[in-house]
């Protein structure tokens, strides 16, 4: 799922949701995943309310699956 989908998810099926981490579950590292483009996607779909925590914050960085 890149940014785009991921932000029409949250937009169209998690608009319950109060906290939202993009996470990242492939190899590789989360720098992988365009974070500010995801929130700005996000923005641009008036999704409010949430808030959005770098999935870097959230599990240091690393991928889940190695």
């Not at 799922?1 to 579950?25: C, G, Q, T």
């Not at 590292?29 to 996607?41: I, L, R």
Request: net charge negative; aromatic share 14%; with cysteine.
């Amino acid at each position: 799922m890149n940014a785009r989908e991921a932000a029409y998810a949250v937009k169209h099926f998690f608009s319950h949701a109060k906290v939202i981490v993009p996470l990242h579950m492939g190899k590789g590292s989360t720098d992988d995943f365009d974070f500010d483009g995801f929130k700005k996607m996000c923005e641009d779909l008036d999704v409010e309310g949430v808030t959005f925590i770098h999935p870097k914050e959230f599990y240091g960085g690393k991928a889940i699956l190695e």
